[in-house]
């Protein structure tokens, strides 16, 4: 699917109509324009001793163990290299999509500010997650125009809270996941054409997020279901904002999750286009994902009020199928 599609739209800060999507420069570019901010006022540090960059990992570490059981389970598969680094990813991921979600009072003031330092020469040694993602873009040498995908994916949050198709939910989906696991196989390697596996991967991984967090996402007043599909199935978004749980919804919820599951089965193939050492981890975090489907469907489709997850036990029950998947690649 292509990546170009058409706008959407949404009431920016002035009440006055946004197109959406828009190229990540310009999403940045527009994030400070709604602030009183520099797109280059962050300081540049001096070089990080090794102890501290140790610390940095070591709280990257206990973030995803707080904040990702599932993550922290699919990446113990990985070597222990790899593993730290792609610790570091999700550990910035986090705390970027944390500045957005848990800002008290301008949460795009908030970004910009972090969109700053993510963009210094050097973090400030206080801030632990970017001293070792930092380090960990430097090793890799991770392209800096995926890392502004993924900070433009959070600052559509800001300027949309509504998407009028399913192509323009890709975009935030690809921005918001895809990039994530094109920026894991910039740490891992990975043979020519596994790319647009990555990205279907993506987009199968978040939309299991907004259908697992429909009523988490109705408290903060956004409906991510496209409205083509709500109309498709007689709702509203202002249906889905009073909670609205009937046969309707239910069908809503079977459909976008057989779109789920078809993105996982066209993404497997791509497992067989990583290295050896990295398969088992990837394709744990995928299948124990879209576990998380299966839940949603035995919790009666209530995304409102029962948030699917799967217990250890789930997902160590799941492992033999998974390894006996991953040889047959």
Known sequence: ???????????????????????????????????????????EW??????????????????????????????????????RAVRALYAFCRTTDDTVDMATSDPARALAAWVQQVRAARPAPHNLVLVAWHDTCT?????????????????????????????????????????????VMGITGYAPGAEPYAIKLGVALQLTNILRD???????????????????????ADDILA???????????????????????????????????????????????RGILDKITANDYDAYNCRAFLRLRDKIAMMPRILWKVRKL
């Not at 300027?159 to 094109?182: E, N, P, Q």
């Not at 993105?263 to 981890?281: F, M, V």
């Open 214 to 236: 429909v009523g988490e996402d109705v408290r903060r007043g956004r409906v991510y279901i496209p409205e083509e599909d709500l109309k498709r199935f007689g709702l509203t």
């Open 139 to 183: 090793r890799y040498s991770l392209a800096p125009a995926l890392v502004d995908e993924l900070l433009a994916g959070m600052a559509m949050d800001l300027t949309i809270h509504r998407y009028a198709t399913f192509a323009d939910l890709w975009l935030y989906c690809y921005r918001a996941a895809s990039v994530v696991g094109l920026l």
């Open 46 to 83: 001096p070089p990080h001793p090794p102890q501290a960059t140790a610390e940095a990992y070591a709280e990257c570490e206990r973030i995803i163990r707080q904040h990702s059981k599932s993550f922290y389970f699919s990446s113990q598969f990985l070597a222990p290299e790899t593993r």
């Open 243 to 289: 909670r609205v749980y009937d046969e309707r919804f239910k069908a809503l919820m079977r459909f976008q999750i057989e779109r789920a599951h078809q993105l996982y089965e066209e993404s497997w193939p791509g497992i067989g286009l990583l290295p050896p050492d990295s398969r088992i981890a990837v394709a744990a975090a995928s299948q124990v994902y």
């Open 1 to 43: 699917m292509s990546l170009n599609s058409g706008p959407s739209f949404a009431l920016g800060a002035a009440g006055k109509l946004i197109a959406q999507p828009l190229p990540a420069e310009e999403q940045i570019a527009l994030l400070f324009h709604l602030t009183d901010l520099s797109p280059s006022g962050a300081d």
